[in-house]
């Protein structure tokens, strides 16, 4: 497909807006002018409209087809969601105004929000408080990790160690290296922490474990109260990576179960669309004698029910993101909370979990199923068998690009070996996944009988393989395609 630029004919436009009264390059320093017109495309108004929709054709997205994208919770996200989004009296408020004298009237919608997301949160999932602020899940693991270092250090605890077990997912041992930690990595018995391990690595210099529930294959821990009876037994806190929440919305609540400081996705489980580096949101709770230390500004309400943000916690670790976070995403998430409602949020879990679990019967007789047991909300599948006849994991998912589905996540996580990751997600029909099942078990199929087949597969795609070592390499960006 050309480019923008290729489509570009001297003097062809579209509309021209009448000239400005005075050009605006006048009032500006002569030396931050350009010294010529910037190179644009020259094209009509139906060349651009052409270009784009021609363009949108050929993205990949959840509104196109299956996503079955392991550990991403790639679901679809009502539009309803998009419209409250985009309400006047939120998009047009200045953050600043929060701030200003005089201005708090117009402020309350937004500040009610943010109390109330908050509130729904910790009913959620039994926290005694949550800050909206971190813009992703990684950064909200920070900034809880942070908050332990904050409660260790006021506390006079000298502690050095986090750990993580080996199907955590790869975030956790990054961040608390990132916070300043050594980690300390347990390896995991039949897919769960085993509390021998646990317990033999758990020291007094241990600040805290991380773990990711259900972890990285898709399984509930099974020996959850006696970790935390272990970790908190040596003055550590426990951390839960609540990336996964979509597994258990309405069935637990980490805060009954003992953690300390939880993390949410709100672009995986709460409305907001993931991937592409979009706006996130991964908010973080925490039990009560956390509180003092979590970012600031808080929502703070007054006994008049008037509502205003509050700097005034000497303990606080500070500001961990500019302004509240990501509104919009907080915002999404505040109306598909109160949309779905406790059952809704309840069913979301149960049909994930069903969906995931549909899946993994139906293939468990065509490709091996490491831990084949009951899974939450994503399973883990190994092509091993196919690996021995020349077809590895990444070219059965570039086989399934060519049957219209997005891949799995491959090769993660690193404990199986050729690993392929699905998670269908609630949002989807029984009669898409058996499609996308049905192409799966052509493809493994097609291992024994045309393996070089799928070694070149995509066959369809507007890019085929890349070497894909050469072009993180070798990178050649040009814009004449
Ligand atoms: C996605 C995910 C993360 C990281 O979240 P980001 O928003 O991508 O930073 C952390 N833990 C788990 C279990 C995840 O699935």
New binding site residues.
Partial sequence: MKTIFAKSIPGRQGLMPDAPAAPAAAHLPQDLLRPAAPRLPEVSELDVMRHVSELSRRNFGVDTNFYPLG???MKYNPRFMEHVASLDGFTKLHPLMAQLRGAGHFTQGALEVMYETEQLLCEITGMAAFTLHPM??????LTGVMCIAAYHRDKGNKKTKVICPDS?????PATAALAGYDVVNIASVDGMIDPEHLENALDDDVAAVMM?CPN?LGLFERHLERIVALTHAKDALLYY?G??LNAILGKMRVGDVGFDVV?L?L??TFATP?GAGGP?A?PVGVAERLTPFLPVSRVVKLKDGRLFLDYDYPKSIGYMAPFYGNFGVVLKAYAYILRQGREGLTRVSEYAVLNANYMRKRLESHVEIPHDRLCMHEFVASAVAQAKQGVKALDVAKALLDKGHHAPTVYFPLIVKECLMFEPTETESRETMDQFVDDLIEILSLAGTDPAFLQHAPHTTPVGRLDETKAARDMVLTDDA
């Fill in positions: 550990s991403c919770t992703a899940g990684a950064h909200g693991e955590a997912h790869g975030t956790n990711t990285t990576d990336a996964n993390h996705n672009h995986k993931h996130g991964g």
